[in-house]
C-alpha cells in the first residue's frame, strides 16, 4: 500500500498536530516555531506570500523537494481544515480530540482514483439583500441571478467577493487548453471543491503545479501586488487558485471527493 505525506500549511502554531504524522508548513512572517518546515529558502516565492497565502509553501515544496520518483500519495491541508477518516459518527471535532479523526493511511477505496479532493460546497441561493449590496453589477448585466439559484454561479460569487471582472481578467490569461472550458464552468457551476487542499501522486501534483503558476505569473501582468488590499482581493492569487483547482483536477484526473473538517483555534 502507497504512503500518505499530508503537509498542513500555516501562519500560526498548531499545537495539536504534534505527534502526528502530518508534516507542518510555515507561511508566517514571525519566526516558525522548532521543526517546522519553511519556504524561504532556495527557490521560493516568499515574498509573495501576502497574496498568495498558502500557494507560498506549494511553490517552494514542487521547486525544491517534490519527488517524481516516489509512488507515494502527497497532499496539503491549512491550519483550521483538515482531512478526515471517512464515515465518523462524531460532529464535536476540535483541538483536543483531533487526532482521533484525522486522516493517517490511505482508505482501500482510494486504488481506482488519481486524486482526492475536499468535499464541495454550494454558492448559490444567496440572501436577497446580500446580491443587492454586492452583486448588483451582475444583477443588473442579468436580472434572472435574483430569482433563479440556478444562475448563481461561481462566476458571480467570485465577482461579489474578489472584485467584479477580476475572474475573466484572469481567464484572459490561462492556456488555451483550459481557457474556454474553464469559463463555461465558472459560469454555469453553482459549487466547488475549496480551500485549495489536493491529495495526488507526485506527479500528478507535478502537472497541476506547473498549470497553476504559469497561469498566476501571467496573471501579476493585469492585478500586480500593490493593489491588493484588503479580504477580498489581498489574497487573489489564492481565490483564483482555489476555483482552479477544482476544475483542472475534474478534467485531468480521475478524482473523488473525501471528507474535512472546520477547527476553529484560538489563533
Same mark, same amino acid.
Given at each position: 500500500?502507497?504512503?500518505? !505525506?499530508?503537509?498542513?500549511? &500555516? ?6 498536530? /504534534?505527534? &502526528? ?16 518546515? *519553511? ?34 500519495? +502527497?497532499?496539503? %491541508? ?12 462524531? *460532529? ?20 481506482? #482514483?488519481?486524486?482526492?479532493? %475536499? ?9 436577497? +439583500? ?8 451582475? +444583477? ?12 448563481? *454561479? ?23 487548453? /483550459?481557457? #474556454? !472550458?474553464?469559463? !463555461? ?33 501571467? %496573471? ?10 484588503? #479580504?477580498?482581493?489581498?489574497?487573489? #492569487? ?9 476544475? $483542472? ?10 471528507? $474535512? *473538517? ?6
Amino acid at each position: 500500500m502507497k504512503n500518505l !505525506e499530508i503537509y498542513c500549511v &500555516t501562519n500560526k502554531s498548531v499545537n495539536f498536530l /504534534d505527534d &502526528t504524522n502530518y508534516k507542518i508548513a510555515w507561511v508566517g512572517q514571525e519566526k516558525a516555531p522548532k521543526n517546522y518546515l *519553511t519556504c524561504d529558502s532556495g527557490d521560493n516565492i516568499f515574498f509573495k506570500e501576502k497574496n498568495y497565502s498558502e500557494l507560498t509553501f506549494h511553490y517552494w515544496y514542487w521547486k525544491n523537494i517534490l519527488d517524481l520518483n516516489k509512488e507515494n500519495w +502527497i497532499g496539503f %491541508c491549512q491550519k483550521r481544515r483538515f482531512w478526515l477518516k471517512k464515515n465518523l459518527e462524531e *460532529t464535536n471535532i476540535n483541538p483536543l480530540n483531533i487526532k482521533n479523526y484525522l486522516l493517517d493511511k490511505v482508505p482501500n477505496e482510494w486504488s481506482s #482514483y488519481e486524486s482526492i479532493l %475536499c468535499n464541495p460546497i454550494n454558492v448559490n441561493n444567496v440572501k436577497k +439583500i446580500k446580491l443587492i449590496k454586492r452583486g448588483l453589477k451582475s +444583477i443588473l448585466k442579468n436580472p434572472n441571478i435574483f430569482f433563479d439559484i440556478n444562475k448563481q *454561479t461561481l462566476l458571480l460569487h467570485f465577482d461579489m467577493h474578489h472584485g467584479y471582472g477580476n475572474m475573466e481578467k484572469a481567464i484572459d490569461h490561462l492556456n488555451k487548453n /483550459d481557457k #474556454y !472550458e474553464f469559463f !463555461e464552468y465558472v459560469n454555469k457551476s453553482t459549487f466547488y471543491n475549496p480551500h485549495i487542499m489536493f491529495i495526488s501522486s507526485p506527479q500528478i501534483a507535478n502537472r497541476w503545479f506547473n498549470d497553476l503558476f504559469s497561469w498566476l505569473f501571467k %496573471c501579476e501582468q493585469t492585478f500586480g501586488f500593490d493593489n491588493l488590499i484588503g #479580504y477580498d482581493t489581498q489574497r487573489l #492569487y489564492a481565490f483564483l487558485a482555489e476555483r482552479y483547482l477544482s476544475f $483542472w483536477f475534474k478534467k485531468y484526473t480521475k478524482y473523488l471527493n473525501w471528507p $474535512w *473538517t472546520f477547527i476553529e483555534t484560538k489563533n
